[in-house]
């Protein structure tokens, strides 16, 4: 934090007026004080004491009983009373206000938009378009001016609720005073507004009220308290708040709070017959649910996850600063294959019966698909090291979600999804963070309308992606015009619920992990050369899945050992899948010294530990069959090729320029800043490299990865050849999909270290 005596004010009002000197009113002097604050700051208050301990606490230089007295000169004045005292200030201020300064700016804090909002058109005629209605989110069961505290406001939110006249002029100055007190100002409409906070902040205030009231009238209430544990405490801590203040909230916000009321009782009806009952599934199921939300809540609150970008918070920064060398030698094991994580919580979902899965990936993406499934009602236990225990509900068991279906960054779950969703009785939406909601989504939607559903998207097919349910689906014979794995998938997933036969044609070979997974789990999926197909109307069984070790994952590590003079790594169960060995075959073709040892099939899957040490890498000509089969490693494969002797060619990869960034151009401009000799094609790229060992291979530099995990991790990798430091920005993302990425990369010698991350 910056010491008080450099701190400097952005707020520049030159007479700012408290109306309401209580806690809040109180706090937001006194972190004005804190942050520099050169105007003048001045109170009204009924109470004459609490404006004589505002000016005994060097709280405000002065301040009185009479509004009107105070009003003269103000730039900014601040409602800080009661809810259901808001209109007859507003009165006052309606008397006082032509005398006042004509740029004055008023803003309030209460916590029920709607009804102020409703006494400023009563009293104004409409709402001023000088008044910026607000919300701080932060308080303490204190009361007084005496509470006042400079920190209440430190990262908290502060929210606002402009009209859509609102004077921008007012609305920036409202906001720079609150960021003055170190909150983070967040915008959101006025019914938006009372709906969310009726059920984050009303209700569970009158939970509390209640549940102490009852305990306190009961006979045995002094053992009750006297035993009552932390638990107990925590919950009860906020029914010590001021009664009053909370009794105006309640009535002014009563529509809000009576809606959330009427879903928390249905909740607590549905807990309660669970219990009657002995169902075991049901409680699980709820219990799993409140579990991993609690989590989320408590990653958005610490700003460690990307679904901070959901719900309005802004994510911090990671970089990663790499130190040029390195020796590349261990034996690792890399987390388990995401596409495999994302396919078993989906298809044993669907299942009838316990899914068990090992190995699965504990990556926020993975994670986002599993509580996207909690939310549709299904029962899962873990993940606890890797390991899930999922109670399926068979094809049609799904229970339609509270809203939005969040999955992250992930493209593979998002079209994945979408067909699964098409076949549901229930309206679905699908959303995801910043860089996903750019990404197209028109060739899952586009053939999913061909078989009956109904799908809208945004401009230029790009998410949030809006499916209405109970449509009729008819199998098609679809003869893709791109080879995509995922839109395969996504056609596949939607004929389980369709009527007749689906058929899906691939121009190229793509990883068959979802027709493995369906034939394991008892559901027929049929293939010819290019062509697979399954027929609508069966059933899943539940059955185990060991998930082996993603061979995206594993690349970046074979690239490192592939590239650095005296390496030798050794990767541990590795999947192998015929259609996902692109990138053995491809370093292989370059001169790799690589060896698959201890081949076996785990679950239908071929799996192998994959032994790699150095050999001298020298340039080719990427066979256009094996693009397909690396499409995500060629991040990895790129470094490869700026470490090989000659020139190294890729055509066909124009499905790169649709990835979470344009990954051709993305790693096109990092190389130009290691200063790496390429063209960029359309449909590809060639790549000169350095192939002297003796030598670095090119220099370092600062390098945005735009969020992309294989981007960041690529150039990560591409330090054990540098002349120089690399530094790698905005790489939150890597947690995606290889969470131990940083653990593993200094496991095998390299000086990788972290900035910006929230411990």
């Known amino acids: 934090m910056v010491p008080e005596h450099l701190r400097q004010s952005a707020s520049h009002e030159s007479r700012l007026l408290i109306v309401g000197l209580g806690l809040i009113g109180g706090s937001l002097a006194s972190a004005l004080r804190v942050a520099g604050f050169q105007g003048q700051i001045v109170a009204c208050d009924p109470d004459e004491h609490e404006i004589a301990r505002g000016i005994e606490m060097g709280l405000i230089d002065s301040g009185g009983t009479c509004l009107a007295e105070q009003v003269e000169g103000a730039s900014m004045i601040v409602l800080a009373v009661p809810v259901l005292a808001m209109e007859s200030v507003m009165a006052n201020l309606a008397d006082a206000l032509p005398s006042a300064a004509p740029n004055v700016v008023m803003t309030d804090v209460g916590s029920t938009k709607a009804t102020i909002r409703a006494c400023a058109q009563r009293v104004f005629g409409r709402v001023p378009t000088n008044l910026v209605l607000g919300h701080p989110i932060a308080g303490s069961e204190k009361s007084g001016v005496a509470a006042a505290n400079p920190q209440l406001y430190v990262d908290h939110k502060v929210i606002l609720t402009p009209e859509p006249d609102v004077d921008r002029n007012a609305l920036d100055r409202v906001r720079r005073l609150?960021?003055?007190?170190?909150?983070?100002?967040?915008?959101?409409?006025?019914?938006?507004?009372?709906?969310?906070?009726?059920?984050?902040?009303?209700?569970?205030?009158?939970?509390?009220?209640?549940?102490?009231?009852?305990?306190?009238?009961?006979?045995?209430?002094?053992?009750?308290?006297?035993?009552?544990?932390?638990?107990?405490?925590?919950?009860?801590?906020?029914?010590?708040?001021?009664?009053?203040?909370?009794?105006?909230?309640?009535?002014?916000?009563?529509?809000?709070?009576?809606?959330?009321?009427?879903?928390?009782?249905?909740?607590?009806?549905?807990?309660?017959?669970?219990?009657?009952?002995?169902?075991?599934?049901?409680?699980?199921?709820?219990?799993?649910?409140?579990?991993?939300?609690?989590?989320?809540?408590?990653?958005?609150?610490?700003?460690?996850?990307?679904?901070?970008?959901?719900?309005?918070?802004?994510?911090?920064?990671?970089?990663?600063?790499?130190?040029?060398?390195?020796?590349?030698?261990?034996?690792?094991?890399?987390?388990?294959?995401?596409?495999?994580?994302?396919?078993?919580?989906?298809?044993?979902?669907?299942?009838?019966?316990?899914?068990?899965?090992?190995?699965?990936?504990?990556?926020?993406?993975?994670?986002?698909t599993l509580q996207a499934f909690r939310e549709m009602g299904v029962a899962i236990e873990g993940p606890h090291q890797g390991r899930v225990t999922i109670h399926g509900v068979g094809l049609h068991g799904l229970k339609a979600p509270a809203g939005p279906l969040y999955v992250g960054n992930s493209g593979t779950a998002m079209r994945l999804f979408s067909g699964l969703l098409a076949g549901q009785?229930?309206?679905?939406?699908?959303?995801?963070?910043?860089?996903?909601?750019?990404?197209?989504?028109?060739?899952?939607?586009?053939?999913?309308?061909?078989?009956?559903?109904?799908?809208?998207?945004?401009?230029?097919?790009?998410?949030?992606?809006?499916?209405?349910?109970?449509?009729?689906?008819?199998?098609?014979?679809?003869?893709?015009?791109?080879?995509?794995?995922?839109?395969?998938?996504?056609?596949?997933?939607?004929?389980?619920?369709?009527?007749?036969?689906?058929?899906?044609?691939?121009?190229?070979?793509?990883?068959?992990?979802?027709?493995?997974?369906?034939?394991?789990?008892?559901?027929?999926?049929?293939?010819?050369?290019?062509?697979?197909?399954?027929?609508?109307?069966?059933?899943?069984?539940?059955?185990?899945?060991?998930?082996?070790?993603?061979?995206?994952?594993?690349?970046?590590?074979?690239?490192?050992?592939?590239?650095?003079?005296?390496?030798?790594?050794?990767?541990?169960?590795?999947?192998?899948?015929?259609?996902?060995?692109?990138?053995?075959?491809?370093l292989t073709l370059m001169g790799a010294n690589l060896l698959l040892e201890n081949e076996r099939e785990v679950g239908g899957e071929p799996v192998a530990d994959i032994r790699i040490r150095y050999a001298p890498l020298k340039g080719i000509d990427i066979p256009v069959d094996q693009v397909p089969l690396a499409i995500d490693e060629f991040p990895a494969l790129f470094i490869a090729a700026a470490n090989a002797e000659g020139i190294t060619r890729l055509r066909g990869a124009e499905e790169l320029r649709v990835k979470e960034s344009d990954r051709i151009q993305a790693m096109a401009d990092g190389l130009a800043t290691l200063g790496v000799q390429h063209a960029v094609v359309e449909d590809g790229i060639d790549i000169t490299g350095n192939g002297n060992a003796q030598v670095a291979s090119y220099g370092g530099g600062r390098i945005d990865s735009l969020g992309d995990h294989r981007i960041a991790m690529a150039f990560a990798i591409a330090s054990l050849r540098a002349g120089d430091d690399i530094v790698i920005e905005d790489c939150a993302n890597v947690a995606t999909s290889f969470p131990d990425f940083v653990e593993l990369a200094a496991r095998i010698g390299m000086g990788i270290s972290v900035e910006g991350a929230h411990e």
Not at 235 to 264: E, Q
Not at 289 to 315: C, G
Not at 511 to 535: I, K, P
């Open 425 to 586: 009785a229930f309206d679905s939406e699908l959303t995801g963070d910043e860089s996903l909601t750019k990404r197209p989504m028109g060739r899952v939607a586009d053939p999913l309308r061909l078989m009956g559903a109904t799908i809208d998207t945004a401009e230029g097919g790009r998410p949030p992606l809006k499916i209405h349910g109970a449509a009729a689906l008819k199998g098609i014979h679809y003869d893709m015009p791109m080879a995509s794995a995922q839109v395969k998938s996504c056609l596949l997933l939607a004929g389980l619920y369709a009527q007749g036969e689906t058929r899906v044609r691939e121009p190229a070979p793509t990883r068959d992990h979802t027709e493995r997974m369906l034939n394991g789990f008892g559901y027929a999926v049929s293939r010819d050369g290019d062509t697979c197909w399954l027929q609508g109307g069966g059933k899943l069984s539940a059955g185990p899945i060991d998930v082996p070790s993603d061979i995206s994952s594993a690349t970046f590590f074979l690239v490192a050992a592939a590239i650095t003079p005296e390496a030798d790594i050794t990767l541990e169960h590795v999947g192998i899948n015929p259609t996902r060995i692109g990138v053995i075959n491809i």
């Open 178 to 368: 609150w960021q003055d007190c170190g909150a983070e100002v967040l915008e959101m409409d006025v019914e938006r507004h009372d709906q969310v906070l009726a059920r984050t902040s009303h209700l569970p205030h009158l939970l509390a009220f209640s549940l102490v009231d009852t305990l306190a009238r009961q006979d045995e209430r002094l053992d009750i308290f006297r035993y009552a544990a932390g638990g107990f405490r925590d919950f009860t801590r906020i029914a010590g708040s001021d009664p009053v203040m909370w009794r105006d909230i309640f009535i002014a916000n009563k529509h809000a709070v009576l809606a959330s009321l009427d879903d928390f009782e249905a909740g607590l009806g549905r807990l309660r017959h669970a219990v009657e009952a002995g169902d075991s599934d049901a409680l699980i199921a709820t219990f799993d649910r409140a579990s991993h939300a609690r989590r989320y809540f408590d990653s958005l609150l610490n700003k460690t996850s990307y679904q901070a970008e959901y719900h309005m918070q802004p994510q911090g920064k990671v970089t990663y600063r790499v130190r040029p060398g390195g020796q590349a030698k261990g034996h690792l094991r890399v987390p388990g294959d995401k596409s495999m994580s994302h396919r078993s919580i989906m298809l044993g979902a669907l299942a009838e019966g316990v899914t068990e899965v090992k190995g699965f990936l504990e990556g926020e993406d993975s994670l986002a």
